[in-house]
Nanobody, 123 residues
Framework: QVQLSESGGGLVQTGGSLRLSCAASGGSIYYSSIVWFRQPPEKGREFVAA??????????SDSVKGRFTISRDNARIQETVYLQMNNLKPEDTAVYYCNLGSVSHAPADYTNWGQGTQVTVSS
């Protein structure tokens, strides 16, 4: 069974950038859509971005459109999906998760969530 592992989070100042990685192990995600969600403190999980299997389809929430870019590298031995986050704002502070199999914006449509990676943006 494919497992996804998120990394790349950290503490950054307002206006800074981070690149998150979602790496696959135990199987291939070559033909899978991949999504990023986030869960801010004391709030529910929310959709951030999605990418189709070949990278030609992308989708973003309104709150990150123009600042975040989702991409994927299927050529790597360990297939990886990235989330480049620029011009970060304090409201981007959250635990970020990736998942696969759909481009749905509803977190209930996904199972097997990983540990996530913490992003903290200071003002």
């Amino acid at each position: 069974q494919v497992q996804l592992s998120e990394s790349g989070g950290g503490l950054v100042q307002t206006g800074g950038s981070l690149r998150l990685s979602c790496a696959a192990s135990g199987g291939s995600i070559y033909y899978s859509s991949i999504v990023w969600f986030r869960q801010p403190p004391e709030k529910g999980r929310e959709f951030v971005a999605a990418i189709g299997w070949d990278g030609t389809y992308t989708d973003y929430s309104d709150s990150v459109k123009g600042r975040f870019t989702i991409s994927r590298d299927n050529a790597r031995i360990q297939e990886t999906v990235y989330l480049q986050m620029n011009n970060l704002k304090p409201e981007d502070t959250a635990v970020y998760y990736c998942n696969l199999g759909s481009v749905s914006h509803a977190p209930a449509d996904y199972t097997n969530w990983g540990q996530g990676t913490q992003v903290t943006v200071s003002s």
